[in-house]
């Protein structure tokens, strides 16, 4: 099992469908762009966030295990998959990539 870098690439912000169906909340995310964490095999990372895990662990998990070409090739790199969280307001797009170190 390999180690996977996770990127925090990019956030979206839907206002329009926050303002019309959200609740406000004072905080939702401390993720920023450019962060990195490293998933050891299938473990989540520490500070990674915990609905975002759910999200893309799967992807992790497979990529961990050494799957290539998710989705009939879909990424240029064949070891990476770019996933995004599954907040429907603010959406974080992550990149993850198997990396050649073993997990421990």
Do not use: Q
């Amino acid at each position: 099992m390999k180690k996977v870098k996770i990127t925090v690439m990019r956030f979206a912000c839907y206002r329009d469908l926050m303002e019309k169906y959200e609740n406000p909340i004072e905080h939702a995310c401390d993720m920023e762009e450019g962060t990195v964490f490293i998933a050891d095999g299938w473990r989540r990372p520490e500070g990674f966030c915990d609905s975002a895990w759910e999200t893309v662990s799967p992807f992790v998990m497979a990529l961990a295990h050494g799957a290539e070409n998710l989705y009939d090739g879909w990424m240029k790199d064949k070891r990476s998959a770019m996933i995004s969280c599954n907040d429907g307001f603010r959406p974080v797009s992550f990149l993850l990539e198997a990396m050649d170190e073993d997990a421990e």
